[in-house]
Nanobody, 118 residues
């Protein structure tokens, strides 16, 4: 059974930092990419950052220069270091793991709340 367990969310003041973690288990075929998405109240889920199996990273414009995605393959974990947080970063953050070639798959974590106070 595939599991993605997220942790690290919480309440932080504007300008503060948080680090999210997402540990996955039960995935039998190699992962193409891992990423983070977020969903603010009343809004659609938006992409935040990706890291490919080769280690290439990419970021959405609103978080460039402030967020860093990384991974620890030995721990099957992907991280999102979030610095200089702003109130507009408030959202539920979801990790995503996917593979595009057969057998393809896409899995989501349960979400972790990040709240940034002004």
């Amino acid at each position: 059974q595939v599991q993605l367990v997220e942790s690290g969310g919480g309440l932080v003041q504007s300008g503060g930092s948080l680090r999210l973690s997402c540990a996955h288990s039960g995935i039998n075929f190699s992962i193409d990419a891992m990423g983070w998405y977020r969903q603010a109240p009343g809004k659609e889920r938006d992409w935040v950052a990706d890291i490919t199996k080769r280690g290439s990273t990419s970021y959405a414009d609103p978080v460039k220069g402030r967020f860093t995605i990384s991974r620890d393959n030995a721990k099957n974990t992907v991280y999102l270091q979030m610095n200089n947080l702003k109130p507009e970063d408030t959202a539920v953050y979801y990790c995503n793991v996917r593979r595009s070639i057969r057998p393809s798959y896409e899995y989501w974590g349960q979400g972790t709340q990040v709240t940034v106070s002004s």
